[in-house]
Each structure stands twice: as C-alpha cells, then as structure tokens.
C-alpha cells in the first residue's frame, strides 16, 4: 500500500530540511529539491510548523528548518531500543549461566 501524496511529499520536505536546521533552506530551495510548486511546499512546511516539526529561524524569516521536535523523537526511539536490548541481555545472561 503506498502513501498518500501529501503525506509523501510532506517527508520529502523533511528530509530537504535534514542536515540544514543551523542556516535553513529557502523556499525555492525546498520546492526544487521536492519538486514541487512554492505554493505546494510552503503549504507543507506551513502544516509542518503547524504541528511543531519546522519553522522559520528567527531574525531569517525567508529561511526553514526543522525543529527539535523531530531529534526529541528520534532520541525517545533510540532509548527504547537501548532499554529492549538491555532486558534481552539481562534474559540472556540468566540463560547461559553454567549451572553451580
């Protein structure tokens, strides 16, 4: 099953803001790396701000970035799988003892 449009071309302005939140993309450069119309991507990042996931970096309003929300997402996945793994150890551990 694939993704709806919007939804796709909304992860396409995500990953065009990857690795630019200190300095920002301008729209233009958002629209040509997504392919899509100004109207159509500035619509995208203006859900996105929306939602707390990009914004425009003060003092350069002409500029978008992605906001921290998405790195807070990223580090509560990365601790979840670091706590799973850790109860795996701690399973295998009980395991493979040898036997007193």
């Given at each position: ?17 990857a690795g630019n939140s200190r ?12 392919r899509q119309s100004s109207p ?57 003892r040898t036997p007193n």
């Amino acid at each position: 099953m694939s993704a709806p449009a919007n939804l796709t071309r909304v992860f396409a302005v995500i990953e065009a803001l990857a690795g630019n939140s200190r300095h920002g993309l301008r729209l233009a450069q958002i629209a040509e790396a997504v392919r899509q119309s100004s109207p159509t991507t500035l619509r995208d990042l203006q859900a996105l701000e929306a939602l707390g996931y990009a914004g425009r970096i003060p003092g350069k309003d002409e500029r978008w970035h992605l906001k921290p929300r998405l790195v807070q997402i990223a580090i509560a996945h990365q601790q979840e799988v670091g706590r799973e793994e850790q109860q795996l150890d701690d399973f295998r551990n009980r395991y493979s003892r040898t036997p007193n």
